[in-house]
Nanobody, 123 residues
Framework: QVQLVESGGGLVQAGGSLRLSCAASGRSVSNYAMGWFRQAPGKDREFVATISRNGATIYYTDSVKGRFAISRDNAKNTVYLQMNSLQPEDTAVYYC????????????????WGQGTQVTVSS
């Protein structure tokens, strides 16, 4: 019932910034907690950030705290991930997901997934 399309990825120098967007179609994202995940080459998928339906609850993985910020605009049916102070270890394919709750997303559970957008950070 939900289709998710990520955009905004690309190549950036270490210390730089990118802003990822996730546009949804079908059911409104206001019905879901939204999350971001990433997968680096040769590594498992990793939880990055999640935000509850009304934005009151936000979780980040420790490695991005203070650098990344998740936000949502339900009127635009879009969720964002602002990434600052990027480092080479942030290089990965980033995936947007819709989940039943922020707590579920934190544990890696989601109902719908996007196709991903590549983020590459050079040193």
């Amino acid at each position: 019932q939900v289709q998710l399309v990520e955009s905004g990825g690309g190549l950036v120098q270490a210390g730089g910034s990118l802003r990822l967007s996730c546009a949804a179609s079908g059911r409104s994202v206001s019905n879901y907690a939204m999350g971001w995940f990433r997968q680096a080459p040769g590594k498992d998928r990793e939880f990055v950030a999640t935000i509850s339906r009304n934005g009151a609850t936000i979780y980040y993985t420790d490695s991005v705290k203070g650098r990344f910020a998740i936000s949502r605009d339900n009127a635009k049916n879009t969720v964002y991930l602002q990434m600052n102070s990027l480092q080479p270890e942030d290089t990965a394919v980033y995936y947007c997901a819709a989940a039943s709750s922020a707590y579920a997303a934190k544990l890696g559970s989601a109902n719908y997934w996007g196709q991903g957008t590549q983020v590459t950070v050079s040193s």
